[in-house]
C-alpha cells in the first residue's frame, strides 16, 4: 500500500457486546452490556473517533445479537462517527434483509452506515437459523453475490441453491446516496481475500494473534489481486484487541486478568492450550495485543500501520469482562492520547524517509 497521509488514518473502536464485571467481579446483566455500548458509542463520537463496529454473536458472553438495532439506538445519539457492523454474519442471514436493515441505518443516521460482511469466528447462528454446516464456504459466496447485486439498488433476479429465487425484485429503501457503504472482514484465508477484491470491496483483516507483519502477504495479496481484477485498491483495515491505562504495569495487569482469560475461554473450547505467561508476553511486546500506557501502545501501533500501510484501524476493547468504568477510560485515553501520538509517530516517519 502506498504511504497514507496519517491525518487520514480512521481510528475506531471494535464491539462485541462483551459482558462487562461490576465490582464484585460478577458479570452484569446483557440488557446493562448493551446499553453500556451505547454509553461507550455516544463517548467515542464525542471524542472524535471514526467509527464503531459491532459484532453479532450468538452466545452468553456477548450481548450483542443484533448490531443494527444498538448501532440504530447509536444513530439518534450521535453526529459524526460511522456506525458499523463486525461483522455481519452474511452467511446466516438473508441479504435481502441485510440491505434493508442497513439501508434504513442509513437513512436514521444520515449516510453514516456501514456494513461489514464476513462468515464468522463462531458458529452458533448456523444450526439457530437453520442452515447445514457443510454448506459454509457456498452459503457465503451465493450470498455474496446477490447482495452485491441488491448494492446497485435496481430490480435483482438471481437464482442459486441457498435462498429463493429473486425475479426483478425491488429491495426498499433505496439510500439517498444511492450508495451503502460495505466492507469484507477477512480472518487470513487467502481465498477470502481474493474474493474481496474480486467483489471491489474494502478488505478488513482481524489479526488477532501473533506479528502484525505475518499478514503482509495478504496484504500485497490483496494489491495484486485488485490489479488483475482491475478492481479498486482501497485502504486497508486492520482491527487488533488492546488494553489502555495510564501506565505500563495498570495496563498490563488488566489485561492479564480479562483480556488473556478471554482467550484462554476461546482456546478451552476450541481444545487449544491455555495462553501461558510467555505467550501473553509476546504478545502485548511484538504481537497482536496493543497494551500498555499510552506512548507505549502509540509508538506499537504507529508501528503496524506503517508495516502494513494501513488507512484504518480499529481497536477491539473490553474483552473477558473488563468492568464498565475500566472501558470508558481506555476509550478516552485511546482518543485523546494514542491516536494523536500515533498520527505524530507517523508523520515524522515520513520526514525521514
Request: charged fraction near 20%; proline fraction near 5%; charge should be neutral.
Amino acid at each position: 500500500m502506498k504511504n497514507i497521509d496519517p491525518q487520514k488514518i480512521i481510528f475506531g473502536l471494535d464491539s462485541f457486546g462483551d459482558i462487562p464485571f461490576d465490582q464484585q467481579e460478577r458479570p452484569v446483566s446483557q440488557a446493562k452490556a448493551i446499553r453500556q455500548v451505547i454509553k461507550e458509542g455516544i463517548l467515542a463520537d464525542q471524542l472524535g473517533l471514526g467509527v464503531i463496529a459491532l459484532g453479532e454473536h450468538h452466545r452468553s458472553d456477548y450481548a450483542i445479537s443484533s448490531p443494527d438495532v444498538v448501532l440504530a439506538a447509536l444513530a439518534t445519539r450521535t453526529k459524526q462517527i460511522t456506525l458499523a457492523s463486525g461483522v455481519t454474519v452474511l452467511s446466516s442471514d438473508d441479504p435481502v434483509r441485510v440491505f434493508e436493515r442497513f439501508a434504513t441505518l442509513d437513512a436514521i443516521s444520515n449516510g453514516r452506515a456501514e456494513v461489514v460482511l464476513g462468515r464468522g469466528s463462531f458458529t452458533e447462528s448456523f444450526p439457530l437459523y437453520g442452515y447445514n454446516l457443510r454448506d459454509y464456504d457456498l452459503l457465503f459466496e451465493e450470498k455474496l453475490n446477490l447482495f452485491d447485486q441488491l448494492l446497485k439498488e435496481k430490480p435483482v433476479t438471481w437464482s442459486g441453491k441457498t435462498r429463493a429465487a429473486l425475479q426483478q425484485a425491488d429491495v426498499f429503501p433505496k439510500t439517498e446516496s444511492g450508495h451503502l457503504a460495505v466492507r469484507i472482514a477477512v480472518g487470513g484465508t487467502p481465498a477470502s481475500v481474493v474474493r474481496t477484491a474480486r467483489y471491489n470491496f474494502p478488505l478488513t483483516l482481524a489479526i488477532i494473534g501473533g506479528k502484525p507483519e505475518r499478514f503482509l502477504p495478504y496484504v500485497k495479496l490483496y494489491q495484486k489481486a485488485t490489479e488483475q481484477f482491475a478492481t479498486q485498491l482501497h485502504p486497508l483495515a486492520i482491527h487488533s484487541h488492546g488494553v489502555i491505562a495510564e501506565t505500563d504495569e495498570a495496563a498490563f495487569s488488566l489485561a492479564w486478568k480479562y483480556l488473556r482469560q478471554s482467550f484462554v475461554k476461546l482456546g478451552h473450547e476450541r481444545g487449544w492450550a491455555p495462553m501461558s505467561a510467555a505467550q501473553f508476553k509476546f504478545e502485548i511486546e511484538s504481537g497482536s495485543f496493543y497494551v500498555g500506557s499510552p506512548q507505549t501502545v502509540a509508538k506499537r501501533l504507529a508501528a503496524t500501520i506503517n508495516q502494513l500501510g494501513a488507512g484504518r484501524f480499529e481497536l477491539v476493547y473490553g474483552a473477558g469482562g473488563l468492568p464498565a468504568e475500566e472501558r470508558l477510560k481506555m476509550i478516552e485515553l485511546y482518543a485523546t492520547q494514542v491516536v494523536p501520538q500515533v498520527r505524530e509517530l507517523l508523520m515524522e516517519g515520513q520526514k525521514q524517509k
